[in-house]
Every structure is written in C-alpha cells, then in structure tokens.
C-alpha cells in the first residue's frame, strides 16, 4: 500500500487510461481537444477566474517552481522568499541562482510563517518585485495560513509565487490571490508524476513578457498560447491520466474531495494519539494532505517495519528530520478513512511488537 505524500497511488481508471493507444500531440487534433478539457478541469479545481489561465507544461512539480523564477526573474531581480520550510528555503536557491536579489525571511521549521518579520522587513523596503512562499510544507506536514502575508504583499504590489503542489485538491488554496499558483500531478491529484500545472494571472503574464526569458523548458510564456502547437512533444500518456483523474475529482465534487481529506486526517492523528508518537510540529497547523508524525531517531526502523513486515509504504522527512518524522500521505485517492487504519493498524503493531 503506497501511502506516501506524493507520489499517490493512482486508481485504476487513471491507470487504463493510460494503456490506450498513445496519441501523437504534435499532428493529431484530438490531444487539443484532451489538452484544453484538462485545462478547463483544472480551472475548476483552482477556483481560478477570468483573469487566470491554468497551463500544464510536461516536467514534475519541481518544474514548476524553477519555471516560475525562470520566467519572472533576472539579474538584479528583487525577491522576497518567505519560508518556515525546506521547499520555502529552495524557492531562495533557484532565485540566486538566477540572479536574483534574494531576501529571505525564515523561520524554523516548527514555527508558523513569520508574519512579524515580514512586517518589519516591508516596513523598511517596499521594491521587491517578487515574493515566493508554500501552502504545505510537505515534509513537515505544516499548512501555512498565506492570508496575513497575501494581505502585506497586496498592499505593497508584489508579484506572489506560491507552492501548492501537496495542497491543491486537497484544500481550498486562495488561488485568486496568488499571480503564479503551482501544482503538480502526482499529489492531490493521484496521477502520475511528470505534470506540472499553474494558474497566473494577467499581471504575471505581463511581467514574463517584460522580462523575455531565453530559456525554453523553464518557461512558463510559451505555454500561453498553444492553439498552435505545444512548445516541444508533450507528455501524452501522463496528460490523458490527469484528464481521467481530475474528472475522477470533479465527479465526485470539490468540497466533497475537501471534506474527505479532511476526514482522513483527522482519523490519522485520532489513531496516532494512544500511541507514542505527537504530531509535528503542531496539529493546528497539519495539513489535511499529510500528517507528520515526531518519532526522534526512530522514522527509519518504523519505515522499514511497516514495508518489510506490513506492506506499507510510508515516508520519512528530509533533511535534518530525516530519521525523526515519519509521514502518512492521506492525499488523493489515499484520502481515505479505511486506508488510514490501514496504515495505523500496522503501526500500531510494530510499536507494540
């Protein structure tokens, strides 16, 4: 049972329709007309309006972050990452990296965005003209409330980029706030890896014409248009699984998806509690998608039990929680009471045995 935070396990209907007859993207009208159903399905999920358009290049999550540098940032470019996590912490590398003027303002990892320091820091300095941030840090299971610092960065008019890959799908994400919303296709979404997606707004599509990037893969601008073709050979298969599990999505409906993540996690972190595990870093700030659990130095061996005696595979965190948090993905299709006991049934016998 893959019960990791991404990649989710992918239901069957997804996993048909990836074993029909591959469509050529380049010649044949009908990936088009699969193309702009998916884009149309993902407009719906993002709660995107007029002034939003949702693409959906070929590459994994990570695409998209890059991309949204890449296409927003220059030499001299000054952004603000703010960050209480390992993937806020990574939007500052791909910005120095290309050559951008970076303030970070961090926080440890247990402790919720810092909305104080970012008060202070625009209280001083008003000209970034980029800011990045993350709705769920997937390794440490935190939902950070974006609204306090949407709400300081509107006011100076600063160009928002925020990560939603684990939360979209799963939660509601204040996606008309946002100029650059990133999501990926292996997360909420229980497709396989390889798509990147993201709603941007007018003003950032203004702002990646200005900027005229030279790159063509981490580059979100020809993707604007492609009523005449697609920027390189899309990724067919991965493209008409999406399609098949954002209509599994929307079938279902919205809230009614929203409701079910929210009922996993809550009976993961019921199941947790008689056992000699806390969530981490604060069960008012986990995310519906994923819940964290703090095992110091044991996140490994519990790991290894639960594969090797339960048929379940879980995660660890990353970095320096690598061996002192263990994650259950309840995201996507995993969202689901029965296979959360699943999961806690077996760790609640290898913490007994």
């Known amino acids: 049972m893959l019960m990791t935070p991404g990649p989710t396990a992918v239901p069957a209907p997804v996993r048909e329709a990836m074993s029909r007859e591959l469509i050529n993207p380049d010649v044949d009208p009908e990936f088009q007309e699969i193309y702009s159903r998916v884009v149309d399905r993902l407009q719906t999920v993002y709660g995107a309006g007029p002034d939003r358009d949702v693409v959906v290049p070929g590459g994994e999550g990570i695409l998209g972050l890059e991309a949204a540098i890449a296409s927003l940032v220059e030499p001299g470019t000054e952004v603000l990452c703010l960050s209480n996590g390992l993937y806020g912490d990574g939007f500052a590398d791909f910005a120095e990296a290309y050559g951008a003027e970076v303030t970070l303002v961090g926080a440890d990892y247990d402790e919720p965005l810092p909305i104080a320091d970012l008060e202070s820091v625009l209280a001083s300095d008003t000209d970034f003209d ?13 939902l950070n409330d974006l609204g306090p610092a949407l709400d300081l960065l509107e006011a100076v008019d600063v160009l928002t980029v925020v ?51 030279h790159s063509l893969y981490t580059n979100f601008l020809p993707w604007r248009d492609t009523d005449e073709g697609f920027p390189y050979t899309h990724l067919t298969t991965e493209v008409v699984a999406l399609e098949t599990a954002l209509g599994l999505l929307l079938e279902e409906g919205v809230d009614a998806v929203v409701d079910r993540h929210e009922a996993a996690a809550e009976r993961c972190r019921e199941r947790g509690a008689p056992l000699d595990v806390d969530v981490y870093p604060d069960p ?41 948090v263990l994650r259950v993905g309840h995201m996507g299709h995993n969202a689901r009471v029965d296979r959360v006991d699943t999961v806690m049934d077996a760790l609640a016998a290898v913490e007994s045995g």
């Open 130 to 142: 980029v800011a990045t941030m993350v709705h769920c840090e997937t390794p440490t299971g935190t």
């Open 163 to 213: 990560d939603a890959v684990s939360s979209l799908g799963g939660t509601p994400v204040p996606t008309d706030r946002i100029d650059v919303c990133l999501g990926a296709s292996q997360k909420c979404f229980s497709a396989p890896p390889g798509l990147t997606t993201a709603a941007i707004s007018d003003r950032a599509w203004d702002a990646m014409a200005a900027r005229d990037p």
């Open 284 to 324: 008012d700030r986990s995310s519906p998608t994923v819940t964290a659990f703090h095992v110091p130095g044991r996140a490994r061996d519990l790991q290894r039990a639960l594969r090797e005696d339960h048929d379940v595979l879980v995660a660890t965190g990353l970095g320096d929680l690598a061996d002192d």
